[in-house]
């Protein structure tokens, strides 16, 4: 089974911004290596009750694939964690505008 994964939470520094909550976390692939300022909220957004950049990450541990973390998989990470940071960020919108079209939906008479 894939393990947990290791993260830091920290505070954002002075030329991060925190668009997205109080908080970031640094992201740890291994000891070495890290990707810094993950959002928490990107970090923590589930789908089908999965985080999904820690599910990704953990079917890519060295472990199970033999060999190590291709760069462009690295970037794809980097690249995920963008645009679910976007979602969050969009989901006041979204929810908003769901809204809007399932009132309208309802008050359509039938025909």
């Known amino acids: 089974m894939p393990g947990k994964g290791k993260t830091e939470s920290r505070p954002f520094t002075a030329m991060e911004q925190p668009a997205l909550g109080e908080e ?27 985080q999904v950049l ?13 060999r190590p973390l291709s760069a462009d998989e690295a970037l794809e990470f980097s690249g995920m964690a963008r645009r679910i940071a976007a979602l969050v960020l969009l989901r006041p919108k979204l929810d908003e505008n769901y809204r809007a079209c399932a009132d309208q939906h309802i008050e359509q008479p039938p025909g």
């Open 24 to 50: 970031t976390l640094d992201v740890y692939l291994n000891a070495g290596c890290y990707w810094k300022n993950v959002p928490r909220p990107a970090w923590e957004f589930t789908l089908g009750g999965y």
């Open 54 to 66: 820690k599910k990704w990450l953990s079917y890519r541990e060295l472990e199970l694939l033999g």
